[in-house]
């Protein structure tokens, strides 16, 4: 939620994305940061009784977008062309061999083959077709008794999994800018907020989680 953020991460990379006040989404998103609030965040991503499971998915997909959208926007100086000339998520393991997590784009409509491009690029590409995403009326519709489209959930999870290597590049790449902000306390808490709603309703695969694991994990054994 944007409260987590100090003044100085008030630069976004992308433009913000706004919820209409006055409507049932800006409630949801009201009643969110009320129980963000309590600092129970495994209580805080749970459905809210009698609502409904693609509009609480959809409220939180745009807030995380935002929180993201903060993050990075924090951190652009010091991710370049230069230091990142791909977009990559730390180190792997494959049949005893290092390898690293490395992410090319495809959109599927502009770009349909996947291309290697620089980090900065890769997160402009995505956060732009994130936005795009969540613009879409037919896709995200803000009116009340607008329906849902049938692949609304497959679209929520390929953003939500997009976003995830953001925060897998911030941490494996630019963690030491993030301290020197003093900026890793809203970043963790983000990230931890992030994690346990996509555990809640398995909007990730666990695959794509591979990156940040080990943290994860940890994030997880505090909270219990």
Known sequence: MSFLFSSRSSKTFKPKKNIPEGSHQYELLKHAEATLGSGNLRQAVMLPEGEDLNEWIAVNTVDFFNQINMLYGTITEF??????????????YLHWLLYRYEYHWADGTNIKKP???????????????VQD???????????????FPKNFMSVAKTILKRLFRVYAHIYHQHFDSV??????????TSFKHFIFFV??????DRRELAPLQELIEKLGSKDR
């Open 79 to 92: 991710c370049t062309e230069a230091s990142c000339p791909v977009m990559s998520a730390g180190p792997r």
């Open 115 to 129: 291309i290697k491009c620089s980090a900065p690029k890769y997160i402009d590409y995505l956060m732009t077709w």
């Open 133 to 147: 995403q969540l613009d879409d009326e037919t896709l995200f519709p803000s009116k009340i008794g607008v329906p």
């Open 179 to 188: 301290m020197q902000l003093q900026e890793e306390a809203h970043l963790n």
């Open 199 to 204: 555990q809640e309703f398995n909007l990730i």
